[in-house]
């Protein structure tokens, strides 16, 4: 199972966060037609992590996302509402440990040993009037 679909997955899946959001949950980029709050999935880098004094690899893969929390409009409850999104999406993400299934058959499954947030910054974009605050996360994971 791939990090990026197991997260999203994830994600819509907790109420909390897509009651502030619905399904606007995307991975890549943001779709133009797309005006109500969102967040925007992206993997920065992936790296399998090795084990020391072996010429093998562990099984365990620490990969690094981006998340943007957007929210379109210049008054400043929209601002408060980007910052509503990020609380609930570190909340959601620092939750996360164990196995996430795919749901399929047969079923693939992916281990989540940990993940952490490791930047944070909110700007404001004129030229689409939207607020966003973005973070960087590490997530460290293994094929279960």
């Given at each position: 199972?791939?990090?990026?679909?197991?997260?999203?997955?994830?994600?819509?899946?907790?109420?909390?966060?897509?009651?502030?959001?619905?399904?606007?949950?995307?991975?890549?980029?943001?779709?133009?037609?797309?005006?109500?709050?969102?967040?925007?999935?992206r993997l920065h880098e992936s790296d399998d992590i090795m084990i020391l004094?072996?010429?093998?690899?562990?099984?365990?893969?620490?990969?690094?996302?981006?998340?943007?929390?957007?929210?379109?409009?210049?008054?400043?409850?929209?601002?408060?509402?980007?910052?509503?999104?990020?609380?609930?999406?570190?909340?959601?993400?620092?939750?996360?440990?164990?196995?996430?299934?795919?749901?399929?058959?047969?079923?693939?499954?992916?281990?989540?040993?940990?993940?952490?947030?490791?930047?944070?910054?909110?700007?404001?974009?004129?030229?689409?009037?939207?607020?966003?605050?973005?973070?960087?996360?590490?997530?460290?994971h293994a094929l279960a």
């Amino acid at each position: 199972m791939d990090i990026r679909l197991a997260l999203r997955r994830v994600l819509i899946a907790d109420a909390g966060l897509t009651a502030l959001v619905a399904n606007r949950i995307f991975g890549g980029k943001l779709p133009q037609r797309i005006t109500d709050p969102a967040i925007v999935i992206r993997l920065h880098e992936s790296d399998d992590i090795m084990i020391l004094n072996s010429p093998g690899v562990s099984n365990l893969t620490k990969s690094t996302f981006r998340f943007g929390c957007v929210v379109r409009g210049d008054e400043d409850d929209a601002y408060d509402k980007v910052c509503d999104i990020d609380i609930e999406l570190r909340r959601v993400l620092q939750g996360i440990r164990g196995q996430i299934s795919d749901g399929n058959s047969p079923e693939e499954t992916l281990q989540i040993v940990g993940t952490w947030r490791i930047h944070t910054t909110d700007f404001y974009d004129d030229p689409t009037e939207s607020y966003w605050v973005r973070s960087d996360w590490e997530v460290h994971h293994a094929l279960a």
